[in-house]
């Protein structure tokens, strides 16, 4: 099912995958979708996770750097096209090349993240593994191991950083999912952001978030913010301790802002974190005008998106054709508006205008159209359906009509009141006295407007003459 996004970490994530002969294609493809369901909610860039997989075989292979898929989308299918490549199962020597990648350059990996092992295995190796895997946890790599066959406990749990209930997996190849949770928490811990960086960013605002290094005891922080080419615009910001993270709005679209968060601490030291983020290009508002609701003297208008940068929005509106026209002003928190005391059955060209907070305006326009005022059915007709039984039939209304109500005001009897869907236009009335008159009205029901009645009188005809028949005296 769907994960909740993880935005918050940082690492290289290096997957040493059992490519040889001894692993099935079933076995291979089960370990391949493990793989995808475990990273998939982090978010992938430069300043995020980034993945890497190197395969166990004869020869070890990477098959793509760590910097290469940055996206959800792009990694997922890199993960699906992967082949299997057989061959023995060097883990030593794919051990010593993982280690190498894992701090190169080349391979896309970064010197200053935290670095991750998941070695997939079946338990199987043909070559040592204790030197290798005791050189890449001296140089700060977390191991992490999942054995999908029997393997050698002792050897395994040694392999693995400590201590090895948490770094350590024996689980069959199908039930690998019930350990993903677990095993995603546990690398989480070790990914998690160690530093001061921006998440949720618009084009005039994002949120800092920063590692948990005060109390609401121990100190407070300062964060100073300011465009990089205008530096002497200097802002500051205070919050307690007990804070991990603060929105900063009002900035300027496509602006990169160099951004300090200096922990005060009447504790410890701790030194200035530093970031530079870049707001992202002002969006267009409104992107789309929407018109409904539309009655004989009114309709709505909305439109998005609506943005913090908007101070407020103008709404110019006039008759078609015609060169007058009205103005109506809107708080720029508002997304929509009634415009109202208009003219029946005419056409409006409608504009709304976004006033932006830096000057700026964008303007879009669509045209609205107000109904007939009052609307009614037309051709009420009416067809005898039997004893003491007629039924009404009528063409539908103009506009945007809800339901209908039909009213019956018989000759003798109680009147009776029938309410339809708008797209019923006929009813059956019945206990309708013979050789009465009796009245039938018609009403369309409108949201906005009061819609008018069609009446006609219809007359029953006596049961014998409607079916052709003389009354004849007895004898």
């Known amino acids: 099912g769907p994960q909740p996004s993880i935005s918050n970490s940082e690492g290289d994530l290096l997957f ?19 793989m995808w369901d475990l990273v998939r909610p982090f978010t992938f860039g430069p300043k995020d996770v980034q ?40 883990t030593g020597k794919a051990l010593s090349y993982a280690k190498e990648k894992l701090f190169s350059d080349e391979a896309g990996a970064r010197p200053d993240v935290p670095k991750v092992l998941v070695w997939v295995t079946d338990g199987f190796s043909t070559d040592d593994i204790s030197e290798p895997m005791r ?46 949770e677990e095993l995603r928490d546990a690398i989480q811990d070790v990914i998690q952001a160690n530093r001061l960086h921006a998440v949720d960013i618009t084009s005039s605002s994002f949120r800092l978030m920063w590692p948990e290094l005060l109390s609401q005891e121990t100190g407070y922080y300062t964060i100073e913010y300011a465009p990089r ?10 919050v307690s301790g007990a804070h991990t993270s603060l929105t900063l709005s009002n900035l300027a679209p496509e602006t990169t802002y160099e951004v300090a968060l200096v922990p005060e601490s009447n504790v410890h030291y701790f030194p200035p974190q530093t970031t530079r983020v870049t707001t992202l290009a002002e969006e267009i508002s409104p992107a789309q005008v929407l018109i409904s609701e539309s009655g004989p003297h009114s309709f709505h208008v909305s439109w998005a998106p609506t943005l913090e940068s908007v101070a407020g929005y103008q709404i110019l509106y006039g008759p078609l054709p015609g060169n007058s026209a009205k103005l109506l002003e809107v708080d720029g928190k508002r997304n929509s508006t009634v415009v109202e005391n208009l003219a029946p059955n005419t056409t409006y060209l409608v504009t709304v205008t976004a006033v932006y907070k830096s000057g700026k305006e964008k303007s879009l326009s669509a045209k609205a159209c107000t109904q007939e005022e009052g609307s009614k059915v037309r051709h009420l007709r009416f067809e005898d359906m039997g004893p ?50 009796n009245k039938v009205c018609v009403k369309p029901v409108y949201k906005n407007q009061a819609g ?19 009354h004849r005296q007895r004898a």
């Open 135 to 180: 050189l890449l946890k001296d140089m700060g790599v977390t191991v992490f191991i999942v054995s999908t066959g029997r393997g050698n406990y002792l050897e395994l749990s040694a392999a693995a950083s400590q201590p090895p209930e948490k770094h350590l997996h024996f689980v069959d190849v199908d039930d690998l999912p019930i350990i993903t």
């Open 452 to 470: 008018k009645r069609l009446c006609r009188m219809v007359h029953v005809q006596p049961a014998t003459e409607a079916r052709g028949y003389k």
């Open 229 to 238: 080419d205008d530096l002497a615009r200097k802002r500051t910001k205070q």
């Open 16 to 34: 040493l995958l059992d490519s040889s002969g001894s692993v099935s294609y079933y076995e291979f493809s089960r370990v391949k979708e493990f």
């Open 51 to 90: 993945t890497s997989i190197v395969h166990i075989s004869t020869t070890p292979t990477m098959e793509f750097p760590f910097d290469r898929y940055l996206s959800s989308g792009t990694l997922q299918q890199a993960i699906r096209d992967t082949q299997q490549l057989m061959g023995d199962t060097n």
């Open 388 to 437: 003491n039984t007629l039924k009404a039939s009528w063409d539908s209304a103009d506009g945007k009509v809800l339901g209908y109500r039909v009213r019956c005001r018989r000759q003798t009897g109680p009147s009776s009141v029938i309410s339809v869907s708008p797209q019923v236009h006929s009813v059956l009335l019945t206990d309708l006295a013979s050789g009465t008159t």
